[in-house]
């Protein structure tokens, strides 16, 4: 069972950043997929961003150029760098983990006000 624990949420103003953590805890393997997903009040939940083992990263068209996944694999930590965040990137942002997004983290709050 693996563990994943959010942490970097917060409230911003448009056009600034935060930086978003998740520490992954438990019985990963070396192929462990991890990714973040947002929900947004009275949306379903979307994909954000995923990065693989080898660093490969996937990004959704919204949070391109703007967003970036990266990975300490030595920590079992991924981390979600979000800059010229907007108005429409207030969501619960949850960090998601393994083939079929098995493991799902408690969510953090981003609000980012006009």
């Known amino acids: 069972q693996v563990q994943l624990v959010e942490s970097g949420g917060g409230l911003v103003q448009a056009g600034g950043s935060l930086r978003l953590s998740c520490a992954a805890s438990?019985?990963?393997?070396?192929?462990?997929?991890m990714g973040w997903f947002r929900q947004a009040p009275g949306k379903q939940r979307e994909f954000v961003a995923s990065?693989?083992?080898?660093?490969?990263?996937y990004y959704a068209d919204s949070v391109k150029g703007r967003f970036t996944i990266s990975r300490d694999n030595a920590k079992n930590t991924v981390y979600l760098q979000m800059n010229s965040l907007k108005p429409e990137d207030t969501a619960v942002y949850y960090c998601?983990?393994?083939?079929?997004?098995?493991?799902w983290g408690q969510g953090t709050q981003v609000t980012v006000s006009s």
């Open positions: 990065i693989r083992w080898s660093s490969s990263t």
């Open positions: 438990g019985r990963t393997s070396s192929e462990y997929r």
């Open positions: 998601a983990g393994g083939r079929s997004w098995g493991d």
